[in-house]
C-alpha cells in the first residue's frame, strides 16, 4: 500500500511539471520576435555588413582604388627611368710604401687610415714592406676597417729612392696579376689630402695629374709642382728651377698623378708593347715616361680648374724631440 501511494505521488508531480511547462509554451508563442531581449548584448553586438556597404558605395570604392594604383604606380615608373642613370663608382687602388726605419710609422698610417675611411668605397689599401719579424703594421691594417692587401718583399737595398721604386712596382706586378681594375694612385704617408680629391680621382680614363703642394717646416716654404692648367688641358709644367732652358723635361711627383689600372694587364689597349711587359719589371718607370711623353693622353683634375691644390705633402722634422713637439701641437 505505502509503495502504491508513493508512485501515484510521482506521477502527480510530473503531470503538474508538464502541464506547467505547456501551458509557458504556449504563451510565449504569441510574443513578439523582433528585438531581442537582453539589452546589453544589443549594445554590444558587431554591426552588420551591410551598413559598412551603404556607407560606401561600389563606385566610389571603385575610384578610390583607381586613384591609389596611380598615385602608387607614378613613382615606381619615374624609378624606373632614374635607374638606368645610376653608375657605380670605379675602384681606388691606393698604394703606399712604408719602412719600419720611420719611427712615427704607425702614425702616419693611423692617419692616412682615417683618411682613407672618410672615402666612399669601393676602396682597396695596399701597403708595401719590407718583410719583417714584426706584425706591427699587420695588426694596425686589420684594425682599420678598410679593404687592404699587405704586401712585403725581402730584397736589400741602400738607396731610400731605390726602395721605394722597387716598394711600387710589387704593388703594381701584384695588380697586374689578378687583375685589378680600377683607378691607381701613389699615396704616401706624408700626404694631405681634400676628400674631394677621391671623387675627382675616380673621374680618370687614362691618365690624370694635378699639382701638388709641399710644405717644408724648417725651411718655412711652400713649393709647387705638378701641371699648369687652362680647365682641364695641361699646358705646361711646375718647374724646380727657375732657368726654364736648364730642365728639359720636368721631374714629376708618383703623387701626383694616377692612371687606368688596366695599361699594366691590357697593354695592347693602350699602346704599350706587350715584349715590354714580359722582359721589363720596372713599370713604375714606363708609367712615368707615359705620362712625360704625351700632355694630350693626360686628363687634368679637378675638370673645371686643375691648378687647385688637394693634396699636400708635409715634410716634418726627424728629430724625436721636435717630431713629438709637432704631434704635441
Known amino acids: 500500500m505505502e509503495r502504491s501511494k508513493k508512485k501515484a505521488q510521482l506521477w502527480k508531480k510530473a503531470i503538474v511539471h508538464f502541464s506547467l511547462c ?81 719611427k712615427f710609422q704607425n702614425v702616419y698610417l693611423r692617419r692616412l687610415a682615417n683618411t682613407m675611411k672618410l672615402v666612399p668605397p669601393p676602396l682597396l689599401w695596399i701597403v708595401v714592406e719590407k718583410q719583417t719579424e714584426s706584425d706591427q703594421v699587420s695588426r694596425l691594417l686589420r684594425k682599420t676597417a678598410i679593404m687592404y692587401r699587405h704586401l712585403v718583399f725581402k730584397e736589400n737595398f741602400t738607396d731610400p729612392e731605390a ?17 685589378l681594375s680600377g683607378i691607381v694612385h701613389f699615396a704616401g704617408l706624408s700626404n694631405v689630402y681634400d676628400l674631394g680629391f677621391f671623387d675627382e680621382l675616380r673621374d680618370i680614363e687614362v691618365f690624370g695629374t694635378w699639382p701638388m703642394a709641399f710644405l717644408t717646416a724648417n725651411n718655412k716654404k711652400v713649393r709647387i709642382e705638378g701641371p699648369v692648367c687652362d680647365s682641364s688641358q695641361v699646358i705646361g709644367w711646375h718647374l724646380k728651377k727657375t732657368n726654364n732652358e736648364t730642365e728639359e723635361k720636368p721631374s714629376i ?69 721636435q717630431g713629438i713637439s709637432m704631434l704635441r701641437r
Open 253 to 321: 711627383h708618383v703623387s701626383s698623378f694616377g692612371f687606368n689600372s688596366s695599361i699594366l694587364w691590357d697593354p695592347e689597349r693602350w699602346g704599350r708593347p706587350s715584349s715590354l711587359q714580359q722582359t721589363s719589371q720596372n713599370s713604375i718607370k714606363f708609367v712615368k715616361q707615359v705620362v712625360l711623353e704625351d700632355e694630350t693622353k693626360l686628363q687634368g683634375i679637378p675638370a673645371e680648374d686643375c691648378s687647385k691644390i688637394m693634396i699636400w705633402s708635409l715634410d716634418l722634422p726627424k728629430p724625436p724631440s
Open 163 to 179: 726602395e721605394l721604386d722597387h716598394q711600387r712596382n710589387v704593388a703594381l706586378k701584384h695588380i697586374e696579376q689578378h687583375r
Open 22 to 102: 505547456f501551458v509557458m509554451g504556449f504563451f510565449t508563442g504569441f510574443a513578439p520576435t523582433g528585438k531581442t531581449s537582453s539589452p546589453v548584448l544589443q549594445k554590444y553586438a558587431p554591426e552588420p555588413v551591410e551598413a559598412f556597404i551603404k556607407l560606401q558605395p561600389e563606385t566610389s570604392v571603385n575610384r578610390s582604388l583607381v586613384a591609389e594604383t596611380e598615385t602608387t604606380q607614378e613613382p615606381s615608373a619615374t624609378k624606373v627611368e632614374k635607374e638606368p642613370k645610376l653608375m657605380p663608382r670605379r675602384l681606388l687602388i691606393i698604394v703606399t710604401p712604408t719602412n719600419e726605419r720611420d
